[in-house]
């Protein structure tokens, strides 16, 4: 039975729809005014502009100082730097994950973000705290947010004897994904290092999510083995390359055989859309059927002080790292956080479609393009047809 009708929302298309709710799932989406009321409850959208809730493709929760007061960047220039400094700034600060990671989630659920993909370290120091600390709040926030998990050996996976086994433990406790890092730039052994994980992504399986910032042609090498491997495990449409700085690296001629492999095996792409280093091109790969989503990486950690997890500004960021201007090149850009982020974590019944969770962002804006150059504050999030947060707050706050 339907429960709730919002009415006079508008479309990107500029269409006006009512659409109508029953069980937290979309019954109808109608031309204004063709929605008989009935007994539900009347919410009047006010013309504003209709989107489907935002998709963080890649977070790191577990690492985050946000709440916490402002830490000055301690961390030296490279890559092993940067993971020796966050462990030591973990150790000082001694605030539990639940508490950190719950203020982040709240903030990302605040600003439209529904669907999140989060890494979560694992490693021999560590052992599985991480993972036990980020299932708890999965839980304590089931009802609101759709939260999925990617075991990541953060310290390297073969140069971390046990790594592995603790990464096959967090598969069996519920993490979804089986994790990787720069199998030749930290672990010095690619081969190995993807036989690993694929081979534990088959036995259970999983899909793989790799965090490749190896450069240049030793990436690309990576790329076509990570396509190998996909292929001869047969996970075709569950591998997600996340950065991938080395497609930008070279000339697109040189990348274009490459792309048509990884659109034929649909292993995706995650960018950052980083301003330091290149990118994937992303308008050259998605033409060649690529999926390529967008995610903020760390928020306001011992990796950077930066992020925000509005995945509309991470779109915007997207679209000026390309120089895009156009509507439709604003459009694709919110492709990669919206539709393009849900089909690489292979979510199912996503968008805007009678059947698929009531899942959806109301903005006070002119269309898309609109919403994207502005990123208001004022923000509506609906989520299983229930408001759970308004302009910029979480209605139904569970950490103090
Ligand atoms: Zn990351």
Same mark, same amino acid.
């Given at each position: 039975?339907?429960?709730t009708?919002?009415?006079?929302?508008?479309?990107?298309?500029?269409?006006?729809? $009512?659409?109508?709710?029953?069980?937290?799932?979309? =019954?109808?989406?109608?031309?204004a005014?063709?929605?008989?009321?009935?007994?539900?409850?009347?919410?009047?959208?006010s013309?504003?502009?209709?989107?489907?809730?935002?998709?963080?493709?890649?977070?790191?929760? $577990?690492?985050?100082? /946000? #709440?916490?007061? /402002?830490?000055?960047?301690?961390?030296?220039?490279?890559?092993?730097?940067?993971?020796?400094?966050?462990?030591?700034?973990?150790?000082?600060?001694?605030?539990?994950?639940?508490?950190? =990671?719950?203020?982040?989630?709240?903030?990302?659920? @605040?600003? #439209?973000?529904?669907?999140?993909?989060?890494?979560?370290?694992?490693?021999?120091?560590?052992?599985? %705290?991480?993972?036990?600390?980020?299932?708890?709040?999965?839980?304590?926030?089931?009802?609101?947010?759709?939260?999925?998990?990617?075991?990541?050996?953060?310290?390297?996976?073969?140069? !971390?004897?046990?790594?592995?086994?603790? +990464?096959?433990?967090?598969l069996a406790?519920?993490?979804?994904?089986?994790?990787?890092?720069?199998?030749?730039?930290?672990?010095n052994?690619?081969?190995?290092?993807?036989?690993?994980?694929?081979?534990?992504?088959?036995?259970?399986?999983?899909?793989?999510?790799?965090?490749?910032?190896? =450069?240049?042609?030793?990436?690309?090498?990576?790329?076509?083995?990570?396509?190998?491997?996909?292929?001869?495990?047969?996970? @075709?449409?569950?591998?997600?390359?996340?950065?991938?700085?080395?497609?930008? +690296?070279?000339?697109?001629?040189?990348?274009?055989?490459?792309? %048509?492999?990884?659109?034929?095996l649909?292993?995706?792409?995650?960018?950052?859309?980083?301003?330091?280093?290149?990118?994937?091109p992303?308008?050259?790969?998605?033409?060649?059927?690529?999926?390529?989503?967008?995610?903020?990486?760390?928020?306001?950690? =011992? /990796?950077?002080?930066?992020?925000?997890?509005? +995945?509309?500004?991470?779109?915007?960021?997207? @679209?000026?790292?390309?120089? /895009?201007?156009?509507?439709?090149?604003?459009?694709?850009?919110?492709?990669?956080?919206?539709?393009?982020?849900?089909? &690489?974590?292979?979510?199912?019944?996503?968008?805007?479609?009678?059947?698929?969770?009531?899942?959806?962002i109301?903005?006070?804006?002119?269309?898309?393009?609109?919403?994207?150059?502005?990123?208001?504050?004022?923000?509506?999030?609906?989520?299983?047809?229930? &408001?759970?947060?308004? $302009?910029?707050?979480?209605?139904?706050?569970? !950490? %103090?």
């Amino acid at each position: 039975m339907v429960d709730t009708i919002y009415r006079n929302l508008r479309r990107p298309d500029g269409t006006v729809v $009512d659409l109508s709710i029953a069980d937290g799932r979309i =019954a109808a989406m109608e031309p204004a005014g063709r929605i008989a009321p009935g007994r539900a409850q009347v919410v009047d959208g006010s013309g504003q502009l209709l989107l489907p809730a935002l998709v963080e493709s890649h977070v790191h929760l $577990d690492k985050t100082l /946000w #709440g916490l007061p /402002w830490r000055p960047h301690s961390a030296g220039a490279t890559l092993k730097d940067l993971i020796a400094n966050e462990r030591r700034v973990l150790r000082e600060i001694n605030v539990p994950i639940e508490k950190r =990671a719950g203020s982040l989630l709240e903030n990302c659920i @605040a600003r #439209g973000s529904l669907h999140i993909r989060s890494h979560i370290d694992v490693d021999p120091e560590l052992g599985l %705290r991480h993972v036990e600390a980020m299932l708890s709040l999965r839980e304590a926030y089931r009802d609101v947010v759709e939260l999925q998990f990617v075991a990541f050996p953060q310290t390297g996976l073969l140069i !971390q004897p046990g790594t592995a086994a603790l +990464m096959e433990r967090a598969l069996a406790m519920g993490v979804e994904t089986v994790g990787g890092l720069d199998p030749a730039g930290i672990d010095n052994d690619p081969i190995r290092h993807l036989e690993t994980i694929f081979d534990l992504a088959a036995k259970h399986g999983r899909g793989v999510d790799i965090h490749l910032h190896d =450069a240049g042609e030793l990436g690309l090498w990576q790329i076509e083995r990570i396509a190998d491997f996909t292929e001869s495990r047969g996970l @075709a449409g569950k591998v997600m390359i996340s950065h991938a700085f080395c497609l930008g +690296m070279v000339p697109t001629t040189q990348i274009e055989a490459l792309g %048509r492999r990884l659109a034929d095996l649909r292993i995706s792409l995650m960018t950052t859309a980083p301003s330091d280093i290149a990118a994937p091109p992303v308008a050259f790969l998605k033409a060649l059927g690529v999926t390529i989503c967008c995610g903020s990486d760390g928020i306001r950690d =011992a /990796w950077s002080p930066f992020g925000n997890g509005d +995945m509309l500004e991470r779109a915007m960021l997207l @679209a000026q790292r390309f120089d /895009w201007r156009k509507d439709d090149e604003l459009a694709s850009a919110f492709d990669s956080a919206t539709t393009a982020g849900a089909r &690489a974590l292979g979510l199912a019944g996503y968008g805007l479609a009678p059947g698929h969770a009531a899942n959806f962002i109301l903005l006070p804006t002119e269309n898309l393009g609109d919403a994207l150059a502005r990123r208001p504050h004022q923000r509506t999030v609906v989520s299983r047809g229930r &408001a759970v947060a308004r $302009d910029g707050r979480f209605l139904e706050p569970r !950490q %103090r």
